[in-house]
């Protein structure tokens, strides 16, 4: 049976208690913080099991990389704790399970992971990915399932991921650019601190957007504009990736507007929180969220993560923002197409609002 | 040729009538799994007086008259049982009149809900009808015959009472108006303050009589439409969460759906809410409403609400929905047949238990959707089952299974929906034998000679 490697010593020593003490949805001091702590070290039942909304944040506030939110996944599922209603994660768990079905491109030694979301046929085109599509895999066999995190279901995580890991590694893919973030997130992270052997070497497509950016450096037109960036849960997971976000920027003219909430204060796009804890909380964090970004001028709001993305477009739109995938905004920066541009079919109050006008 | 061939070509013009094989052949059968029986002509009247003249000749000759509208009942209603004449509808497709400020349209007899749908969306975009599930060809008066539902069930009931006036051809040819327009130029009601008619009529299958024009309710087209989906695993909640939404008088639709696949849906009971309103405050508050509506299902964790990604809204919101024909052809060979009793609510968890038997005991795919009718009194519940049209086993076997779901039915105290000639003996046997008596009487007196579909709502 995987075990994490959790090292309880480290919090024993640790006098900041950042994993608890910086939590923007749970507020508590360092004296109780401590207490709270080493009730989850210990498996007591406590608060912190109870009103985590799961935005992983704690895994990137611990300076031990000591895993405290894995911890918590851990202790909430033993203790029978449901973050979200049980019919949820049913629904998730069953959508995701890998029934044998899957597509593979022309799969060389560097390949694409699509890992199991559709919308990755639409952006996956043009001059960005010369060269290595249709090289490409995409399916719940290669689904990264780190989804399970929030529900509490990390022994989903760990009897799947090691055979996720080995069908990867059947296809002779010795390079896996990873489009989803929580892919990455999931190979250098997850199974890290669960000694999960990955085979292949995971590559987040930031940085793989980043070299091909440099490579395409005279086709480059900076676009001149001021971006507001929306952090992902699984971001938190890989925090040294947050430099490709400048360093893309950089290139292509984009300002990253240092607003409130971004960074370690990012707040979570909150569809999540919408499921597990209801409407009134998710509300009021995507309020707060992208009334930061008006206050600090974005024009657009760059998104990392098809889930966020899903979440904060209509608001977003509201507002006067203008929506837009990294991998889009890099076409656009090279004078392509944008491929996925927002269906007004789908949010339909702001239908009624732009046709109102 | 037949005398009857030309004197049905002398109604209708030679262009109209076929006594030839291959329409026989097509117009024998519907897409369900009754056995087909082929007519002898298939007509296409385009007027009520071509109609009236059809059903008279049919008097005089002693031969049946079906009329059909797109057949799409798939229990066999329209499968002419014993031969004769065939009266396909479609050619009269006109919408006559739209009645903006008192809220009817007025059809002709063989007119389609894709043919409202779109006049009314280019016309009158404020109105709407209640537009069923069905594909897009079926027929308004043929769907308000059988009783059928659509997307305004939940709030106004079965279609059926969305009508506000018919005109018919009586089994003798005898043309008579129905509702306030048999003494008034303004269809407004189908029978209220005078007795209501129309219960001679929908329902029956046309062996009463033939429906030439209709008038039905519209309603308003409220600017915003969205999409809630409620999650439960827990059967035996679904009556309380459908009754409660219903009793809201807020929301547009509510149908819950079970099936094992695709992988998404297995293990739940996957509640569509539909909201609807005229402004950004109206649907949130609508919104609110049903969460709050269900908050102790959320808060105990055996339910909740699912984030609707904008991608997903469209197929959500879509009338008709095509959810129906892409579970059709779930099955190599494309066919599927679903037995639909109206039930109690409260029912739910005991249909969906024998929903699973059956499929286990026939080795069946299956599929289940209850919609809420008129605010909870009642829903309709389908028992559906996928079958191969080239495998006669997989046949034979659901219709084995959908016998066994009309029976199961009418034992929990359900009334079995468009039902079959076999499913109609049920429930006659099982009526209360003036009831049926006066059943009798009334069709006598409509249809003296017995040319009205025969084989349909026939005692012995």
């Known amino acids: 049976m995987l075990e994490l490697k959790f090292d309880k010593s480290k919090c024993a020593d640790c006098k900041a208690v950042s994993c608890l003490v910086k939590c923007q949805y749970m507020d508590f001091d360092k004296d109780t913080a401590k207490v709270e702590w080493q009730k989850v070290i210990d498996g007591e039942d406590c608060r912190v099991l109870h009103d985590c909304v799961t935005c992983y944040s704690c895994e990137e506030y611990c300076p031990f990389g000591n895993h405290p ?34 597509m593979v491109g022309k799969v060389e030694e560097k390949a694409l992971s699509y890992c199991f979301l559709p919308i990755f046929n639409e952006l996956v085109k043009g001059k960005l990915f010369d060269g290595i599509w249709p090289s490409m895999i995409f399916g719940q066999e290669f689904f990264c399932n780190a989804v399970y995190l929030h529900y509490a279901r990390m022994s989903v995580i760990k009897d799947r991921l090691p055979k996720i890991v080995e069908n990867i590694a059947k296809q002779g893919i010795k390079e896996l ?17 669960y000694g999960i052997e990955v085979p292949f ?10 070299d091909r950016l440099k490579e395409l450096k005279a086709e480059i037109k900076p676009l001149n504009v001021k971006a507001a960036y929306q952090r992902n849960c699984s971001a938190r997971l890989i925090p040294e990736t947050d430099h490709f976000v400048d360093d893309i920027f950089g290139l292509i003219g984009v300002e990253r ?48 993560c098809p889930a966020c993305y899903d979440s904060l477009v209509e608001r977003v739109m509201r507002a006067g923002i203008k929506p837009i995938r990294m991998i889009d905004l ?15 079919e789908g949010m339909p109050v702001l239908k009624a609002a732009m046709e109102g006008k | 040729m037949s005398d009857i061939h030309e004197d049905l070509a002398r109604i209708v013009g030679k262009n109209w009538v076929s006594s030839q094989k291959e329409e026989r052949y097509l117009y024998g059968r519907d897409p369900g799994l009754m056995p087909p029986h082929e007519p002898e002509y298939v007509v296409m009247p385009k007027t009520t007086e071509e109609v009236q003249e059809i059903v008279k000749l049919a008097n005089r000759e002693k031969v049946p008259v079906v009329p059909k509208g797109a057949g799409l009942s798939l229990t066999g209603l329209v499968i002419p049982q014993r031969g004769g004449i065939l009266l396909d509808m479609k050619r009269m497709d006109k919408i006559l009149e739209v009645n903006d400020k008192a809220g009817y349209v007025i059809v002709e007899g063989g007119t389609t809900h894709a043919t409202l749908k779109s006049h009314l969306m280019k016309h009158y975009p404020h109105l709407r009808h209640s537009m069923p599930d ?19 069930t939940q709030q106004h009931g079965f279609n059926s009472d969305m009508v506000s006036g018919l005109e018919v051809v009586l089994g003798t040819g005898e043309l008579c108006r129905i509702g306030s327009c048999a003494v008034s130029q303004y269809w407004f009601s189908k029978g209220p303050p005078m007795p209501d008619l129309t219960g001679l009529f929908l329902g029956w299958f046309g062996t009463t009589g033939v429906i030439t024009k209709l008038g039905m309710k519209l309603y308003p087209c409220k600017k915003i439409r969205d999409a809630m989906m409620f999650l439960t695993d827990r059967a035996d909640l679904v009556p309380d969460i459908m009754r409660k939404l219903g009793r809201t008088e807020m929301m547009e639709d509510i149908v819950s759906s079970f099936a094992p696949l695709p992988l998404r849906l297995k293990g739940n009971f996957n509640i569509l809410i539909i909201i609807t309103g005229d402004s950004e405050e109206e649907v949130e508050f ?21 984030s609707v990604p904008p991608d997903m809204k469209p197929a959500l919101l879509a009338m008709p929905s095509k959810d129906t024909t892409r579970f059709a052809d779930t099955s190599k060979g494309g066919g599927f ?12 968890p005991e249909f969906i238990a024998k929903l699973e038997e059956l499929a286990s005991k026939y080795k069946l795919f299956y599929a289940s959707s209850a919609r809420v009718i008129d605010g909870g009194h009642s829903m309709m519940f389908s028992f559906s089952y996928t079958f191969n049209r080239a495998d006669p086993d997989s046949m034979v076997r659901v219709k084995t299974a959908l016998d066994e779901a009309a029976e199961f039915a009418l034992e929990q105290g359900g009334v079995i929906w468009k039902p079959n000639i076999d499913e109609q003996k049920m429930v006659m046997e099982r009526m209360d034998p003036n009831t049926l008596k006066l059943m009798m009487k009334l069709k006598e007196l409509l249809d003296p000679n017995g040319i009205m579909n025969p084989g349909n709502w026939e005692a012995k």
């Open chain 1, 69 to 102: 939110f894995y911890l918590i996944v851990e202790r909430q599922e033993e203790k029978g704790i449901l973050p979200a209603p049980r019919p949820v994660i049913t629904m998730w768990i069953n959508q995701c399970q890998p029934v044998g079905r899957f």
């Open chain 1, 177 to 193: 650019v990873c489009l989803h973030d929580e892919c990455y997130g999931t190979f250098t992270s997850i199974a890290l601190a």
């Open chain 1, 201 to 210: 070497k995971p590559i987040h497509y930031y940085e793989y957007l980043h």
């Open chain 1, 257 to 304: 507007v240092k607003r409130e909430y971004d960074g370690e204060n990012g707040l979570c796009c909150a569809e999540l929180i919408r499921m597990s804890k209801g409407p009134k909380l998710a509300d009021d964090v995507q309020k707060r969220n992208v009334d930061d970004m008006v206050k600090f001028g974005a024009e657009y709001c760059v998104f990392n």
């Open chain 1, 330 to 344: 890099c076409k656009v920066a090279i004078g392509e197409e944008q491929s996925q541009k927002p269906a007004l």
């Open chain 2, 134 to 152: 069905s594909p897009p060809i079926a027929t308004i008066v043929a769907n308000a015959v059988i009783h059928g539902q659509g997307r305004l």
């Open chain 2, 286 to 306: 609508k919104r609110k409403m049903a969460w709050d509506t269900l908050w102790e299902y959320f808060e105990s964790r055996d339910g909740g609400f699912l």
């Open chain 2, 337 to 348: 047949e679903y037995s639909g009793p109206i039930t109690p609510i409260e029912k739910y």
